[in-house]
């Protein structure tokens, strides 16, 4: 730098040609980090809005005021689906989320807030605000609806992973905006205009030369007197695009992991598609809604109403084809292990009023022999 300082101190008129803004640290790519934990933390969330969140009580579900905020329209700016995808973005990517109840029985998500944690009394939270609004009151730990991720190492692993990976994307990226670059040098005799004005008016006829270049399939660009374009051949081997892929596939696959989301699933790899979602439902989605349904419960059921059997449940989207398990419901029937209604149960599906779903049935292919032969004798007399 001692001789671009000489060159600069002994040549003031050259100084245009230093475009220091384009000596920039290239490794800070944050778009590949924010793609990968966007695009996980959007599947999880597309996969828990299709949710259902319900009371059920004496084995019915009660459809009231609570079911329709919590599948319908929470509040009124957000859709159900809106409002759990924001749940968990937030639940994710900050370790926490606040819900609270507005006046009008809203539940609303914090923006901000600040809590304050005791040892043998509820924690509190204080400054909690919404958009431009903060609330002048402190919420008790029992009136609001409070979901924590504790996973606190999850933003310091992909801090990690980013410093790494960031580099090597950074570099290659680099290389591949210097692959097939046009590259000149320009001569131009002393300037005898060394106004501002004259030197940025020099600058903008060599900016539109380049871009020229660079924008049209065809260019000519008049010859002027004192003026010399002199062009370079980049003969450099570079990295191909496909390296650029690999090191963002690399980073979305580690972010996968952390949150227990199958790669072959997340890449939309159709081979044997059953087994990665069953995982991904058992391992990444299963752990979330228990978490938010023991909320649901711990506040909004009371604890007698809940020992007596009102409680909250949750319905996830269902990745079972009725039709494919259609034979082992019948032998499940048949064989009395289960009722009609304790089968609906598990496909997802509500009860039914109809006494005959509630009995247990055994064939005669199940029976022991003696049985079997006992009902035949009856039926002949």
């Known amino acids: 730098m001692g001789i671009l300082d000489l060159i600069k101190s002994r040549n003031k008129e050259l100084e245009f040609m230093f475009d220091f803004d384009l000596i920039q640290d290239k490794s800070k790519k944050v778009h590949m980090k924010q793609l990968a934990i966007q695009t996980c933390i959007n599947m999880i969330g597309q996969t828990i809005s299709q949710s259902e969140f319900y009371v059920k009580k004496d084995k019915k579900i009660v459809k009231d005021d609570m079911y329709y905020c919590l599948n319908v329209r929470p509040n009124p700016n957000m859709s159900a689906s809106h409002f759990w995808q924001t749940v968990i973005h937030k639940l994710i990517y900050d370790n926490e989320c606040l819900i609270i109840q507005s006046d009008t029985e809203d539940l609303i998500i914090a923006d901000s807030f600040t809590r304050i944690e005791y040892a043998l009394v509820d924690d509190s939270f204080k400054d909690v605000t919404i958009k431009d609004f903060t609330y002048s009151r402190t919420f008790q730990m029992s009136d609001v609806i409070y979901l924590e991720y504790s996973n606190k190492k999850l933003s310091t692993m992909l801090d990690g992973l980013y410093a790494d990976y960031g580099e090597l994307f950074g570099r290659i990226i680099e290389f591949q905006n210097r692959k097939n670059q046009i590259r000149g040098l320009v001569d131009v005799e002393a300037i005898t205009d060394k106004s501002e004005k004259g030197q940025e008016k020099l ?16 260019a000519i660009v008049p010859q002027q007197k004192g003026f010399k374009l002199e062009e370079m051949k980049n003969t450099t081997q570079l990295q191909s695009v496909d390296e650029v892929a690999k090191v963002i596939d690399g980073f979305l696959d580690q972010v996968a992991k952390a949150l227990g989301i199958p790669i072959a699933l997340l890449h939309g790899d159709m081979a044997d598609v059953e087994k990665p979602t069953r995982n991904y439902m058992t391992f990444c989605i299963d752990p979330f809604l228990k978490k938010i349904k023991d909320e649901l419960n711990a506040k909004l059921i009371d604890k007698k109403d809940y020992l007596a059997g009102k409680k909250m449940e949750t319905k996830r ?42 009995r247990y049935f055994i064939t005669k292919n199940y029976q022991e022999s003696s049985e079997v032969l006992k009902g035949g004798e009856e039926d002949e007399t």
Request: glycine share 6%; aromatic share 8%.
């Open 203 to 218: 600058q903008n006829y060599i900016n539109k030369i380049y871009k020229a270049f660079s924008g049209k399939s065809v």
């Open 317 to 358: 989207v269902s990745n079972i084809n009725m039709f494919d398990v259609a034979t082992a419901v019948d032998k499940l029937r048949a064989s009395g292990t289960f009722n009609g209604n304790e089968l609906r149960d598990a496909l997802g599906e509500e009860r039914v009023d109809d006494p005959i779903m509630d």
